[in-house]
């Protein structure tokens, strides 16, 4: 056992090796070259055309990909984007010294043998739910198998290692991780699971801690000054913002081959443009009950977001990630704060994409999908910018709703924005309706904030109702203490009166004796306890 457990901590020693900062750029170029990922081109993506952030991209584009130079600041100050921290943390980190030269790092790293023999092996975390199952149904299957054949008995031990190594590429001795690039020797890819403007996302499970992943590579090489700061944005977004149930969980970002990584919380749902697709494809919307679930988990996202004094600006479907519980991967869905009570759906709505986040007071507005801008966005109005945030959260849950596809501009556009409801397959109440019709308000001073939102009471209809029950429960309760304390009362009050009465007190028995109150008795409330709330709300 000893043994073993230093075996374990060699490895790991090895893994945290190769996580170093040195390493996780020296062979970045050759390690992404062989990736040949087919990404789709923007004119080929669902998306509309976004003014802005076309513009800045396409001028900051490098023609010559990844080999075309990069400024010395920026891929310092990326490549130590290693841990959810500050920028401040970032900046003061990036006064280590190293190399930065490209030409120094390819002689470094000579012809080095395929990946595939070197892929270090990945741990198993035994806390993921997953793992647990597995581990319970193998030891089920073992106390079975005492009783059967042998030819049996081959078979099960067969069916164990295949669950050992359900991950799992054949267990290797230490490789040479300097020589790999840092998402090679820290991660295991498992597949792409979407393709977006900027880049594609892979799941996949990270070595040392066996948990799941998702990794976003950004398509384009942060060969120019606008490049760096958007793929920035996203970080320092993330990294300011810290937790939240609601908010996709960040955990580090580097630099490899001149492309951003950026490794998040691994969303088992897909994103909520994904479940309102299929649900279409088989003619099913949201029921009311899940859209108020909807737009109260995102409201309380979006609360925790304007709270830090920042917008996201690109609310849409598929910027709105799903996970369901429990949650095998890191830091899942349990995760949650006093807030996380409206997941009794299992279903745990989360804001993603980063990317367009600003600041509240010194906005740097990159317009996000315009069929989900705000108006006065449009007109460079920033003074209610959170409430762009609630438009176009409106939008998302009519979408959401079976309302049909949104225009990217015309009659129908602006018709949407003076607060007319698209039509839906089936109707909603009127207070729902009500209140996607205000967040949906011409002008934005009119639409609820998050907070409100988080509040209100459309959204907390359920939670209503339980709160009457209860607090009718509690009021039965505290009729019945009352009719008790009357009852008391009486009592002593005709003890009071007893003594006073002369042949009562001459012919009294033992037993009318013991009834009457004793000095320092409480007369009053004696059967009730003394520290007791009549404050019920709270529950
Ligand atoms: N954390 C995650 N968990 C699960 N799937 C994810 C996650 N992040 C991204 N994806 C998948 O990858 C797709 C693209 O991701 P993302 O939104 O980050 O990229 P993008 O380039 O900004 O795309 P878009 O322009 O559509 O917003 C998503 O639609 C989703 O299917
Ligand atoms: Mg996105």
């Known amino acids: 056992m000893a043994a073993a457990a230093n075996e374990k901590s060699v490895q790991q020693h090895l893994y945290f090796l190769s996580c170093g900062e040195e390493d996780s750029s020296d062979s970045s170029v050759e390690d992404w070259e062989p990736r040949s990922v087919s990404v789709r081109s923007p004119s080929s993506a669902c998306h509309t055309p976004r003014v802005q952030r076309h513009r800045t991209r396409s001028t900051s584009v490098s023609p010559a990909g990844s080999t075309s130079p990069i400024p010395y600041a920026a891929w310092r100050k990326l490549r130590l984007c290693d841990s959810p921290s500050t920028p401040k943390s970032l900046l003061s980190k990036s006064a280590l010294p190293y190399s930065s030269s490209k030409s120094s790092r390819c002689q470094k790293v000579p012809c080095r043998p395929a990946l595939s023999n070197q892929a270090p092996s990945v741990n198993v975390n035994p806390f993921t739910p997953d793992t647990v199952r597995r581990k319970s149904e193998y030891y089920k299957r073992k106390n079975c198998r005492s009783d059967d054949d042998d030819g049996h008995r081959s078979k099960e031990t067969q069916t164990s290692s295949e669950d050992e190594s359900y991950f799992l590429p054949p267990k ?8 790999l690039s840092r998402y090679e020797s820290e991660f295991l890819e498992l597949g792409r699971i979407g393709v977006g403007e900027f880049g594609a996302v892979y799941r996949c499970v990270k070595r040392l801690d066996g948990c799941m992943y998702a990794i976003k590579r950004l398509r384009r090489p942060l060969a120019g000054s606008a490049n760096e700061q958007l793929a920035l944005k996203e970080v320092y977004a993330h990294a300011v913002l810290g937790h939240h149930p609601h908010v996709v969980r960040y955990y580090s970002a580097w630099a490899e081959d001149d492309h951003m990584i950026i490794q998040n919380e691994f969303c088992d749902g897909g994103s909520l443009h994904d479940v309102i697709t299929e649900k279409e494809e088989q003619g099913e919307f949201f029921y009311e009950s899940e859209l108020r679930d909807l737009l109260l988990q995102v409201s309380m996202g979006l609360k925790y977001i304007h709270a830090a004094g920042l917008v996201h600006l690109d609310i849409k479907p598929s910027n709105i990630f799903i996970s369901h519980q429990p949650s095998s991967s890191a830091g899942g869905a349990g995760d949650s704060d006093e807030e996380d009570g409206h997941t009794s ?9 980063l990317g367009h986040v600003t600041s509240i007071s010194s906005p740097q507005v990159e317009e996000g999908d315009s069929r989900f801008l705000a108006c006065e966005v449009l007109r460079e109005d920033y003074t209610h910018l959170p409430k762009a945030d609630i438009f176009a959260l409106s939008l998302t849950v009519l979408l959401a709703a ?9 009659d129908e556009w602006h018709h949407l924005r003076q607060a007319h409801l698209p039509s839906l397959p089936c109707e909603l109440t009127p207070a729902l309706k009500n209140l996607l019709q205000t967040m949906l308000d011409p002008d934005p001073s009119v639409r609820p904030s998050a907070s409100a939102l988080c509040r209100h009471p459309v959204l907390h209809r359920e939670r209503a109702g339980k709160l009457a029950t209860q607090l009718r429960r509690e009021l039965n309760v505290e009729k019945f203490r009352t009719a008790m304390l009357e009852r008391e009362l009486q009592e002593a009050r005709l003890a009071a009166v007893l003594p006073q009465q002369p042949a009562l007190a001459a012919g009294c028995t033992n037993s009318q004796t013991a009834s009457l109150p004793r000095p320092g008795r409480r007369l009053v409330g004696r059967h009730a306890a003394r520290s007791m709330s009549f404050g019920g709300l709270g529950h």
């Open 172 to 179: 290797r001795p230490a490789v040479p991780a300097l020589m």
């Open 402 to 410: 079976g309302a049909p596809p949104l225009p990217q501009n015309g």
């Open 345 to 353: 759906s299992g279903v745990v709505y989360k804001i993603g994409d």
